[in-house]
């Protein structure tokens, strides 16, 4: 019997976590508030906005992805994303995992209380800039905005929805 306790997010003051038993959950507990300022509290429901827990299997995802020859580290971004804009046309798969795409972040235009962002969203977001922060490689700079676009990445090069592939080629299993 295996118990793998899993933060599934972290809102200070509010959390929740949930504990699974050989792939199902045996225990859920949320609290604090989700809003301060509105005192509304956590829930089951609560969206909660990953952001970096999930880096990690993103680059997991697309280091497989190289593996099985279905992209390479330094495809341009836009071999893989057909809507891609042109002022970012030098950017790579390489730049996006490294955080040296010089893409802006959306995160720092996104209103806290916006509801559940997709990746699709941020690929929107990209496409009206009109240029790069500066040119890729050329400087380190922590971008959320490049794991949204690796996630689509992902789900172009595998043809499956990204939680799809993640299940299928990450997820746990406890024998």
Do not use: C
């Not at 969206?47 to 993103?58: E, V, W, Y």
């Not at 689509?152 to 592939?165: G, H, Y």
């Amino acid at each position: 019997m295996i118990i793998l306790p899993i933060v599934l997010a972290m809102l200070d003051p509010g959390s929740a976590l949930i504990v699974l038993q050989n792939g199902k959950p045996i225990r859920m507990v949320v609290e604090g508030a989700a809003d301060i300022q509105s005192g509304r509290k956590v829930t089951r429901k609560t969206n909660f906005r990953l952001a970096s827990i999930t880096k990690q299997f993103t680059a997991t995802a697309i280091l497989l992805l190289a593996k099985d020859g279905k992209l390479a580290i330094d495809d341009p971004a836009a071999k893989h994303i057909p809507a891609w804009p042109a002022y970012a046309k030098d950017v790579t798969i390489r730049h996006l995992l490294t955080h040296t795409s010089g893409l802006p972040d959306y995160d720092n235009d996104v209103p806290d209380s916006r509801p559940q962002l997709l990746d699709a969203d941020v690929l929107a977001f990209v496409q009206k800039q009109n240029a790069l922060l500066f040119a890729p490689g050329a400087k380190y700079s922590y971008s959320n905005t490049a794991y949204a676009i690796l996630a689509l990445i992902v789900e172009q090069a595998s043809k499956q929805a990204f939680p799809a592939f993640l299940k299928a080629r990450i997820s746990s299993r406890s024998e």
